[in-house]
């Protein structure tokens, strides 16, 4: 990822405003990866309110950079 991420960001421009699909299966390294590169995740409010309070779906959990949906229906 860091090798692709690079080229794109050099080619295209340091602020580009990409969109990552970071929902599924996930692990810190896929986190590290979308905050090191300034790129925009995805939340789903559909999926904030089936789990519990720490959810990262849950509206009230979402960070700076995300692009939220309303549902994946």
């Known amino acids: 990822g ?3 991420f690079t080229a794109v960001t050099r080619a295209l421009d340091d602020d580009v405003p990409l969109i990552i ?3 599924g ?3 810190a390294q ?3 990866l ?3 590169f ?3 995740g995805i939340r789903i409010g559909q999926k904030g309110f ?3 309070a720490d959810n990262m779906y849950a509206p009230h959990n979402y960070i700076p ?3 939220a949906y309303t549902s994946i229906v």
Do not use: C, G, S
Request: proline share 0%; net charge negative; glycine share 0%.
């Open 2 to 4: 860091d090798e692709f």
């Open 21 to 23: 699909e970071d929902i």
């Open 25 to 27: 299966a996930l692990t």
């Open 30 to 32: 896929v986190f590290e």
């Open 34 to 36: 979308r905050d090191r």
């Open 38 to 40: 300034k790129l925009h």
């Open 50 to 52: 089936k789990f519990d």
């Open 65 to 67: 950079r995300l692009v």
